[in-house]
């Protein structure tokens, strides 16, 4: 037996029945155990599955390893390594024609394959995040008992909250949000254990506990950041017996809203991940290879998020509509729209939300979202808008002739949801596409430590040398 397995296992067999998530110790370097005994724990079935995912990298690279798999041309170099093969990504493959499949399965299977709250319609981000991290669909009591551990781990260092009370409200809540990760390194459980001395066969344990102990912490940092800087400072306690979405809806001061609780759950799952290539999955993944821990490796990734053609766009597309609006005036022709769109264009802007660099067709989280927004909020001005703007933006898209893809992405569709549910400050949504963020990432992250996946370490060349390469003199 694997010896990481050999550890984990040791660590099952010494877990004696335990009353619903009490914490205690275990005999496995002190990590506490999360289970009621009845249904394996996720760490049990991720633990049970890495010697055979093992085995197949190492067969596939001994069979098969010398094969050449693409070529790379010097635009390709020059124009941010678009499609260049040399990523690995198990949770999620991303179709230019399609769009997103979680292990194999689109946003709508998700939507029916995946366990919901009760009453709910929306699949629970917890039964992403199993299927994400073992490329399975997790049993109804599994997902409870992830719900029920992510609570238990749930509080935050009294130093973290201080930290966030210390920033200036008007600090941007990204940077916030990055601050206070950067800040729970001091938690780190790989980080001490690498210090003292850590097996390399062992990194992925600690990068499990550590991804789940920030997965757990991190409604109550969003939360924090969103009750100081947008009301009154004070966050709800986590509610052990509910779920992940209403936690963080129910924190953020929306939870009696059952709508906007649904609404988070989809918003959890869609947003989650986009595979490996995409700034802050690409980036968690880069700082991780070098064994920065789980939180250092995750505010990287976010502070990539934060940037406007990634994941602050949300905030831009709201803002945006906000500024047409007041410019047109209420009643908004299509004309009007498309003037506007070509005064965007001609100023040497964006349009924010359009446009992808591997999507060439709607994206289907922006489907999912205008489905929830048809069955909820159909007659809400906002969202007429953002219909009206999906039928005319992506003619003046290709008149204009320049983006690859006329259509939106994800990040046309979200502000108009949250902003009908009353969370109006724009400038806070990317903190929540963080959130989800999170749930994609990390689970990449601990397979890559049960992989020993090396750090990462492309060629450079200066454009002199590239010259050379291509047989051209400058
Ligand atoms: N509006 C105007 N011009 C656009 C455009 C848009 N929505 N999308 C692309 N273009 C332009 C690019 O700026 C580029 O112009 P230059 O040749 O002058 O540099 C040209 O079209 C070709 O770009 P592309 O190959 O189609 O797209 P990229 O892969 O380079 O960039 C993206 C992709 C998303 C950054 C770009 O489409 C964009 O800026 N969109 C608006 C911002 C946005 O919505 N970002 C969120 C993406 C989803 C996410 O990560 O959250």
């Known amino acids: 037996m694997n010896s990481a397995l050999r550890l984990a296992t040791s660590a099952i067999r010494t877990t004696a029945p335990l009353r619903a998530y009490t914490v205690r110790n275990t005999s496995f370097n002190g990590f506490r155990a999360y289970s009621t005994a009845k249904t394996q724990t996720l760490k049990e079935r991720f633990a049970e599955l890495i010697p055979g995912e093992q085995e197949k990298v190492k067969k596939l690279r001994k069979e098969h390893g010398k094969k050449v798999i693409g070529e790379v041309t010097l635009d390709q170099v020059y124009g941010g390594a678009r499609g260049i093969k040399s990523l690995v990504w198990e949770g999620s493959v991303l179709d230019s024609e399609e769009g997103i499949r979680f292990?194999?399965?689109?946003?709508?299977?998700?939507?029916?394959?995946?366990?919901?709250?009760?009453?709910?319609?929306?699949?629970?981000?917890?039964?992403?995040?199993?299927?994400?991290?073992?490329?399975?669909v997790p049993?109804?009591?599994?997902?409870?008992?992830?719900?029920?551990?992510?609570?238990?781990?749930?509080?935050?260092?009294?130093?973290?909250?201080?930290?966030?009370?210390?920033?200036?409200?008007?600090?941007?809540?990204?940077?916030?949000?990055s601050v206070a990760?950067?800040?729970?390194?001091?938690?780190?459980?790989?980080?001490?254990?690498?210090?003292?001395?850590?097996?390399?066969?062992?990194?992925?344990?600690?990068?499990?506990?550590?991804?789940?102990?920030?997965?757990?912490?991190?409604?109550?940092?969003?939360?924090k950041i969103y009750r100081n800087v947008f009301k009154d400072g004070k966050v709800a306690d986590v509610q052990k017996d509910k779920d992940y979405g209403f936690n963080l809806a129910n924190q953020l001061?929306?939870?009696d809203n059952k709508d906007f609780v649904e609404l988070m759950r989809l918003y959890l799952v869609i947003h989650s991940d986009h595979e490996g290539g995409n700034v802050s999955a690409h980036t968690t993944h880069l700082?991780?290879?070098?064994?920065?821990?789980?939180?250092?490796?995750?505010?990287?990734?976010?502070?990539?998020?934060?940037?406007?053609?990634?994941?602050?766009?949300?905030?831009?597309?709201?803002?945006?509509?906000?500024?047409?609006?007041?410019?047109?005036?209420?009643?908004?022709?299509?004309?009007?729209?498309?003037?506007?769109?070509?005064?965007?264009?001609?100023?040497?802007?964006?349009?924010?939300?359009?446009?992808?660099?591997?999507?060439?067709?709607?994206?289907?989280?922006?489907?999912?979202?205008?489905?929830?927004?048809?069955?909820?909020?159909?007659?809400?001005?906002?969202?007429?808008?953002?219909?009206?703007?999906?039928?005319?933006?992506?003619?003046?898209?290709t008149e204009h002739g320049k983006t690859k893809n006329p259509y939106p992405n994800v990040d046309a569709h979200s502000g108009v949801l949250l902003q009908y549910y009353g969370l109006t400050e724009s400038s806070y949504y990317t903190v929540l596409f963080g959130v989800s963020r999170a749930l994609g990432v990390l689970p990449q992250l601990i397979i890559d430590r049960a992989l020993g996946m090396p750090i990462e370490r492309p060629k450079s060349f200066d454009t002199k040398h590239y010259a050379k390469l291509v047989g051209a003199t400058l």
Not at 190 to 213: H, I, P, R
Request: hydrophobic share 40%.
């Open 287 to 397: 700082v991780g290879s070098a064994l920065s821990s789980p939180m250092l490796s995750l505010a990287a990734g976010l502070n990539g998020l934060a940037g406007p053609l990634h994941g602050l766009a949300n905030q831009e597309v709201l803002n945006w509509l906000v500024a047409m609006k007041k410019e047109v005036g209420d009643d908004i022709s299509d004309e009007s729209i498309k003037n506007y769109l070509w005064s965007t264009l001609k100023a040497g802007k964006v349009v924010p939300g359009y446009g992808h660099a591997v999507l060439r067709k709607t994206d289907p989280r922006y489907v999912s979202q205008r489905e929830f927004a048809l069955e909820h909020l159909p007659e809400d001005p906002m969202f007429k808008l953002v219909s009206q703007v999906y039928n005319i933006a992506p003619g003046v898209l």
């Open 103 to 136: 292990r194999g399965k689109t946003i709508p299977e998700c939507q029916q394959l995946l366990p919901k709250a009760p009453g709910g319609k929306q699949p629970l981000p917890e039964a992403l995040f199993w299927l994400l991290l073992t490329g399975e």
């Open 181 to 223: 990760i950067t800040a729970l390194e001091h938690e780190s459980s790989f980080a001490k254990a690498y210090a003292k001395g850590l097996n390399k066969k062992d990194y992925w344990l600690y990068t499990y506990e550590d991804s789940m102990d920030v997965i757990a912490k991190l409604p109550t940092i969003a939360a």
């Open 253 to 255: 001061g929306f939870g």
């Open 139 to 177: 049993s109804e009591q599994q997902v409870r008992d992830l719900s029920a551990e992510w609570a238990a781990r749930s509080t935050i260092p009294k130093f973290i909250e201080e930290l966030i009370d210390r920033c200036p409200p008007d600090l941007h809540p990204m940077a916030q949000l």
